[in-house]
């Protein structure tokens, strides 16, 4: 097989820049040179000689030397620009940055394809789980009924400290931040984002279709209390924070990131802490499970490795779901089943059901379950973030209405 030997031009120094660095490091069977490194602060102590910085990232996208950018800072903005120059100059580039491959991927599928260039991205959902080249070269022929999983390490180890060992919330953030888990701006994992973004990266991939993040419904985990807790463990449930993607009816697709009572029996009610999960409904492999750590610099960086490893192979994504045209649509046309808690009796209508299986007033916190329509969800998330409700999903099958 051909291989081409790599000189890498690294945009960023943090945690997964650092981690990318041991990894590379410790690695036997391949080797990458790193010979620059473009960082934004001048003065911050670094690993490495001076020699390997820049701040000038004109002097890695110029180099004819380089062939392989990797780009691992925390704007994504600036990232794209970054990213797309690159690509457009026909380097090559390794990306980890979830937030900039969803809010741009139709234009950098396009960006690829114009100038034959290859953009990576593995890193950028689940961490060490490969199921980006999974859903590319696994599962290029499967008919996929539903994706779901942890896609979230930051929002999972909260939810885990919280639930095993009555931590509370800020503590608990506050320590995943510590670790690293946490993005700069922690608002991206607790509402939800980080979990869309990678939602929208994975359906295209597993169905060929992009779906803009702000088309996704997503619900973060900031609204669940001690109560809902207290509710999860009376029943034997646990609560994390589940994206799903997945078919309804004939030809139409559906998605949205919830908070979800998980059963014992399932497979990501044993998922904790900073580790993903991913569940994958095919009709003909059946059910699959992939599990890892999804967060942290090294399990990160040893995605970013495979995918440069890949690169000297000439590997590219042929995005091949997108080519088979499936004829799927998107819709948010379906129907939920809910649990909602709220504190206050005014708020007890703020949702509007479609069908009401169980009701609970007492005097500390009242809650229905239902069936409700997407959509409604949409036009209440608002009203929601708020107001000291929550919404968790009970995992019921989302229907056509
Ligand atoms: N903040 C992200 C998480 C990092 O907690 O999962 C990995 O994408």
Not at 240 to 263: D, I, Q, S, W
Request: charged share 30%.
């Amino acid at each position: 097989m051909k291989r081409q030997n790599v000189k890498i031009g690294l945009f960023g120094y943090g945690v997964v820049g650092q981690g990318l660095h041991d990894v590379l490091n410790e690695s036997k069977g391949f080797h990458a040179d790193i010979k620059r490194i473009c960082v934004k602060h001048r003065n911050k102590k670094r690993r490495l000689p001076m020699h390997y910085f820049t701040w000038d990232k004109q002097d890695i996208l110029d180099d004819p030397e380089i062939n392989l950018v990797v780009e691992l800072i925390d704007d994504a903005e600036e990232a794209f620009d970054i990213v797309s120059t690159a690509l457009s100059q026909e380097k090559n580039v390794v990306t980890a940055n979830k937030k900039m491959v969803a809010e741009h991927l139709d234009e950098l599928i396009r960006i690829q394809e114009k100038n034959n260039v290859s953009l990576l991205y593995e890193g950028a959902v689940c961490g060490a789980i490969p199921i980006i080249r999974n859903l590319e070269e696994y599962y290029d022929n499967e008919l996929l009924y539903s994706l779901r999983g942890i896609f979230n390490g930051s929002t999972n180890y909260i939810l885990s400290k919280m639930f095993n060992e009555n931590r509370d919330y800020e503590e608990a953030l506050h320590e995943a931040q510590k670790l690293g888990f946490a993005e700069s701006d922690p608002w991206l994992d607790v509402s939800g984002t980080d979990a869309n973004y990678k939602l929208s990266i994975i359906m295209e991939h597993a169905y060929g279709l992009y779906i803009r993040p702000e088309n996704i419904f997503h619900l973060g985990i900031t609204n669940i209390n001690s109560q809902d807790m207290q509710f999860a463990r009376e029943k034997g449930y646990r609560i994390k924070l589940v994206p799903y993607a997945g078919r309804v009816g004939k030809n139409e697709l559906t998605g949205f990131v919830l908070p979800r009572f998980l059963t014992a029996d399932k497979k990501l009610f044993t998922v904790e802490n900073e580790y993903n999960g991913v569940v994958v409904e095919a009709a003909f492999a059946e059910k699959q499970f992939f599990y890892g750590k999804g967060a942290g610099g090294h399990p990160t960086g040893s995605a970013v490795l495979s995918d440069i490893s890949a690169n000297s192979f000439f590997y590219a994504y042929e995005y091949k779901k997108r080519k088979q045209n499936l004829g799927l649509s998107y819709t948010t046309d379906v129907i939920l089943e809910v649990y909602f808690r709220y504190q206050d009796k005014k708020d007890m209508d703020l949702l509007d059901f479609d069908k009401i299986t169980e009701s609970y007033t007492g005097p500390e916190y009242s809650y229905r379950i239902g069936k409700i329509h997407l959509q409604e969800l949409f036009e209440k998330r608002e009203d929601i973030l708020n107001k000291d409700v929550s919404v968790i999903n009970t995992g019921f099958k989302p229907e056509k209405r």
